[in-house]
């Protein structure tokens, strides 16, 4: 897994994405040391930059449970905290698209 694919997964992937990405990151080192480079590097970038906040949400789990999650449980709630930073991420850039759009008109 290479990490454009990791970075996709976490931004867009699906539950079941994050589910085989994990499973992927516990039987395999490899996969592991690049999911968390991946992760710290976009977790560094501001919230504006580049939805870093589900990145952050990937590196706090995967050094703290992500190996005795077996049944997913704490990745379901991971997922959904992550899913409403980028929805939330998306709604401010769209409210201020749309208030510069309005200011553009009003000039």
């Known amino acids: 897994m290479d990490s454009e694919t990791i970075a996709a997964t976490i931004l867009g992937g699906s ?3 994050w589910h ?3 499973d992927a990151a ?3 080192p490899a ?3 690049r999911l968390l480079v991946v992760c710290k590097a976009r977790a560094r970038l501001p919230d ?3 939805n870093a906040e589900p990145f952050r949400c990937w590196v706090a789990y995967a050094e703290s449970v992500m190996d005795r999650d077996a049944d997913g449980a704490v990745l379901q709630e991971v997922y959904a905290d992550a899913r409403w930073f980028i929805h939330t991420a998306s709604c ?3 409210a201020s698209t749309m208030a510069d759009g309005v200011k553009k008109r009003f000039r």
């Open 15 to 17: 539950l079941a994405d």
């Open 20 to 22: 085989r990405l994990r």
């Open 26 to 28: 516990v039987v395999d």
């Open 31 to 33: 996969v592991l040391a």
């Open 48 to 50: 504006s930059q580049d």
């Open 92 to 94: 401010a850039k769209l």
